[in-house]
C-alpha cells in the first residue's frame, strides 16, 4: 500500500513540474457539479456518493450500486444565459466490479453571428459575409447563429478491493468548439471509499492524474492539473427511520489561485464543502451546505420507487448580476435481472 502511495505522489509531481502556467482555470467548466443531491450538500460528495453521478464525484462510489441506474439534470445558470447539462448511466459489472458512462456540456447557445464586415484602416469596407451584410445601413442583418459548449465524456470503471476498500478510475474526453476553433484532451481520475467503521466514511479522488493537455487547433494548449479531493463523512442514527449525516470535503488544487480559494500557501490551495443530510426511511431527504464559493446551499429529495428526484437551490448572496441557481435532479433504477449485482 506504501509502494502505491509513493507512486501515486510521484506522479502528480512529475506531472506538476512539467505543466506551464496557462493550465488555470482551464478545465474550470468540470467544477460545476452533477446532480442536485451534491449541490445541495455544498458540494461535499466525495466520501458518501453511492449512485450514478459517482463517474463524476468518485468513481470508487459506484461499487455501491446494486441495480442499473440512468440519471440527467439541466440547469440554467448566470441568469439563464449559460446551459449546463449532465446525464449518466451505470451498472453493476459481475460481482466486485461497476461500469459507468458520463456526459457534462456546458454551452453558450443561438449567439448570433454579427461578423458581417470591417472597416479598414483606410476608411473603406471589406464585407466578409455578403449574406449578412445590409449595404443600405452599413450594419449586419442576423442570419446565422452559433454555439460555444463544452464536453466531458466519462468512462468509469470500479472495483471491490475487499469488504471496506473500494477502489474507481476513470477515463474521460474533453472537447472544447466554437465557430472558429476547437479543442480536444484526454485525462484521468482515480478514487477510493474506505468504510472505516460502520458510521465513518472516507473518500479520496485525484482528478487529471497526470495533468490533462488540451489542444486547440489554433496551436494553442492548455493543461489542467492535477487535484485532490479528501472527505469524510458520519452517520448518526436516530431511532430505526432517521439519519443525520454531516460531510465535509476539502479540495486541494496547485494552480496559484490566490485569494480566488479559501486558503492558499503560494502556488497551492484550498477549498471547503460541507454538508448537512437528514434521511427519513432512505425515502425523504432534507439537506443544506456550504461550498467554495462562500454561498449556502439547500435542497430536498424524494425516492418513490424506482423514481427519485432531487432538488437544489444555491444562494449567490444575493448577487443579481449572477443570479441564484435552481438545479433539479430525475434518477430512475433499472432493475432488469442483467442489471442487478449477484447476491
Known amino acids: 500500500m506504501k509502494k502505491n502511495l509513493f507512486f501515486v505522489l510521484c506522479v502528480v509531481w512529475i506531472a506538476e513540474s512539467g505543466i506551464s502556467a496557462q493550465s488555470k482555470y482551464a478545465g474550470e467548466f468540470l467544477n460545476l457539479g452533477a446532480g442536485a443531491r451534491a449541490s445541495a450538500l ?28 440512468i440519471a440527467y439534470n439541466h440547469t440554467r445558470l448566470f441568469i439563464s444565459d449559460i446551459n449546463y447539462d449532465f446525464g449518466a448511466f451505470a451498472m453493476p459489472w459481475k460481482d466486485h466490479q461497476s461500469l459507468g458512462f458520463s456526459v457534462v456540456r456546458l454551452g453558450v447557445d443561438n449567439i448570433p453571428h454579427t461578423e458581417a464586415y470591417r472597416i479598414l484602416p483606410n476608411g473603406d469596407i471589406e464585407i466578409i459575409d455578403p449574406d449578412q451584410y445590409d449595404p443600405s445601413q452599413h450594419r449586419t442583418r442576423v442570419r446565422n447563429y452559433f454555439n460555444y459548449a463544452s464536453y466531458a465524456f466519462i468512462f468509469s470503471y470500479a472495483r ?4 471496506n476498500l473500494t477502489l474507481g478510475a476513470n ?3 474533453i472537447h472544447h468548439g466554437h465557430r472558429y476553433a ?24 485525484l482528478q487529471d492524474l497526470t495533468g490533462t ?36 470535503d476539502a479540495e486541494h488544487r496547485f494552480e496559484n489561485r490566490r485569494s480566488a480559494a479559501q486558503w492558499h500557501w503560494g502556488s497551492w490551495s484550498m477549498d471547503f464543502h460541507t454538508g448537512l443530510e437528514y434521511q427519513y426511511k432512505k425515502s425523504l431527504f432534507l439537506r443544506m451546505g456550504y461550498n467554495e464559493l462562500n454561498a449556502w446551499t439547500f435542497g430536498t429529495g424524494i425516492k418513490l420507487g424506482l423514481f427519485q428526484m432531487d432538488y437544489a437551490y444555491t444562494y449567490l448572496n444575493g448577487n443579481n448580476v449572477l443570479g441564484n441557481i435552481h438545479r433539479i435532479h430525475v434518477q430512475f433504477d433499472l432493475k432488469t435481472p442483467w442489471m442487478m449485482r449477484p447476491q
Not at 471491490?160 to 469488504?163: I, K, L, S
Not at 489554433?218 to 458520519?234: D, H, M, N, Q
Open 42 to 69: 455544498g458540494g461535499a460528495m466525495i466520501a458518501t456518493v453511492n449512485d450514478v453521478t459517482a463517474g463524476y464525484y468518485n468513481p470508487a462510489g459506484l461499487m455501491q450500486l446494486r441495480y442499473g441506474q
Open 160 to 163: 471491490r478491493y475487499d469488504d
Open 213 to 248: 493537455l488540451v489542444a486547440w487547433n489554433t496551436g494553442k494548449r492548455e493543461w489542467i492539473r492535477p487535484s485532490l479531493r479528501l472527505g469524510a463523512a458520519y452517520g448518526f442514527p436516530i431511532g430505526d427511520d432517521h439519519c443525520l449525516i454531516p460531510m465535509l
Open 171 to 173: 477515463a474521460k474526453l
Open 182 to 205: 476547437s479543442a480536444n484532451g484526454i485525462g484521468f481520475d482515480v478514487g477510493a471509499q474506505y468504510r472505516y467503521t460502520d458510521r465513518l466514511l472516507l473518500g479520496a479522488t
